[in-house]
């Protein structure tokens, strides 16, 4: 079992320093350099090109919407742009890679010298310095079979996907990060975090973790409190939750300050991420650029953005997710619990799509919170996947406000969009849902169940008003819900008066 020194003591010895590097596949429609789709989930092999494929004489064109989405990153996070820059090629063999070489950028990236303020748990900010956001191309997916983790050790044999080959990626990269002390874990998912969110609100991919559109991997390195030169770093790689990352730079701390603490001298490596505990394992020695023979790549002209353009990218920057949210709440009145629950249940963004079709936002909340999310858990499904839109959502409060529907039909009739029968006002149209507002026939129906009832009648009229409900459950039965209840109540009482 790996030594590890207790946190405590390591953050009195030590000083952490990380540094971030992440990886987001971007949502263009295709691939980096060719035209590929780029579909998440498709059968193997079957979205790839000569050029993807890096095929003899296939030639890369750039993907102009991926430069656009690498640009509004790069100023997202206040970096500079930089005005002309090539493509490189870097050289290595691993087996995903079908070209044996990575196209990238190297010396002159996209974007460069930027930061991000890092909203933290106690209300404080940390300033996470930039050093540099690239584009290049993401590898294929080695599959290995036959073992029992799913890694290539003690596998049989590994199948090759190379749908993924080609799918365009911005790296982002920061620079050291020191001062973060015993908060240096929190600081790491912090960061990580507010990427995220980041990169969901600029529209420029869907950053879904668990499927790989976005990837962090993990520096750490420890030295001495006071000293003022950097440890050793390990980099632990694709580690694929936010939890996660925290997790492991709390773990690679503990493990590389027992191995410092014993004398020993920590490696610098990658490393894998154990989920089940929560550790990590050694993996290969780590390269330095210099391994890589990074040369500028003959077949792509330079990248070489004019200012109109932009200055035109940088005026679509939305408020950063943070802000806005911390606007939203002050406008809903909603305490801080409340808002951390609607980030949890992913619930925010369909509310307010909701709001902006047209509903209050107390009744967004209320659907999307309850029932909407009641019925994502029975399915097994994200709340974004549920088959209704907010838009949808906001027309089936709409018909619940005007009184054309009461809220037990409301949710008959979500249950009927789910199944694919249309909008709900058509729904409610043609599945005759609507509200029995007919005074006449509510009359009617409520003097047939006195009628049935005499004993009933007999109690409302001797002034005991509770046994209305018996008289107006009938009515609501025999109208299949679709009557008003507040309303045949008082149609019941009048009749007994």
């Known amino acids: ?62 993907n102009q919407a991926a430069v656009e989405s690498a640009i509004r990153i790069g100023l997202a996070l206040n970096c500079d742009i930089t005005p002309w820059g090539r493509f490189a090629r870097k050289n290595y063999f691993y087996p995903d890679q079908p070209k ?8 002159e990236p996209i974007a460069t010298n930027g930061y991000l303020e890092v909203p933290l748990l106690d209300g404080s900010a940390f300033r996470v310095e930039i050093e540099r956001a690239h584009m290049e191309e993401d590898t294929g997916k080695s599959l290995h079979v036959g073992g029992a983790t799913g890694r290539i050790h003690g596998a049989s044999h590994s199948l090759l996907d190379y749908n993924r080959a080609g799918v365009p990626l911005i790296e982002i990269v920061t620079k050291p990060i020191t001062g973060a002390g015993e908060q240096a874990p929190e600081v790491a998912r912090a960061y990580v975090t507010a990427l ?15 499927q790989g559109s976005l990837r962090c991997d993990a520096n750490v390195s420890l030295m001495p409190v006071g000293a003022a030169e950097f440890g050793t770093r390990t980099e632990t790689k ?64 330079p990248v070489a953005p004019d200012a ?25 009145g909603v305490s801080d619990e409340e808002m951390r629950d609607l980030l949890n249940a992913d619930a925010l963004e369909p509310i307010l799509a909701t709001v902006a079709a047209g509903a209050p936002a107390d009744r967004a909340r209320s659907w999307w919170v309850s029932y909407l999310t009641q019925q994502a858990k029975e ?33 008959q009739v979500v249950g009927f969009v789910f199944a694919g029968e249309g909008d709900p006002g058509a729904v409610v149209e043609q599945r005759s849902l609507a509200v029995v507002s007919d005074d006449s026939a509510l009359e009617a129906e409520v003097a047939k169940a006195l009628a049935a009832n005499p004993d009933v009648a007999e109690k409302i009229r001797g002034g005991k008003v509770a046994a209305a409900g018996k008289i107006v459950g009938d009515v609501m039965k025999a109208t299949r ?17």
């Open 1 to 62: 079992m790996t030594a590890v020194l207790d946190y405590a003591e390591v953050n009195i010895i030590y000083e952490p320093v990380l540094g971030m590097e992440v990886h987001v596949e971007l949502g263009t429609a295709t691939k980096m350099f060719c035209g590929c789709p780029t579909a998440f989930g498709a059968e193997p092999n079957t979205q790839v090109c000569p050029v993807c494929l890096g095929l003899p004489g296939s030639l890369p064109v750039v």
């Open 379 to 411: 399915r097994g499904v994200p709340l974004a996947d549920l088959p209704i839109t907010p838009a949808q959502v906001a027309e089936v409060i709409a018909l619940e406000d005007a009184k054309t529907i009461t809220n037990k039909i409301a949710r």
């Open 481 to 497: 819900g679709q009557a008003d209840a507040a309303r045949v109540r008082e149609l019941v009482l009048a009749a007994c008066s």
């Open 100 to 107: 044996n070489y990575q196209i990238s950028q190297y010396d």
């Open 238 to 301: 694709n580690v694929n939750s936010l939890r996660s990352v925290e997790v492991a730079v709390r773990y690679e701390m503990r493990r590389q300050a027992a191995v410092l603490r014993a004398g020993g001298e920590v490696i610098q490596e990658t490393r894998h991420f154990q989920e089940a505990d929560g550790t990590t394992s050694p993996g290969r020695r780590k390269e330095t650029a210099e391994d890589y023979r990074y040369f500028p790549e003959p077949d792509l002209a």
């Open 196 to 210: 995220r969110d980041l990169l969901l609100g600029l529209g420029v991919s869907d950053v879904r973790m668990e």
């Open 308 to 332: 109109t353009w932009i200055e035109e990218l940088r005026a679509t920057i939305p408020e950063l997710p943070w802000l806005r949210r911390a606007r939203i709440q002050a406008e809903w």
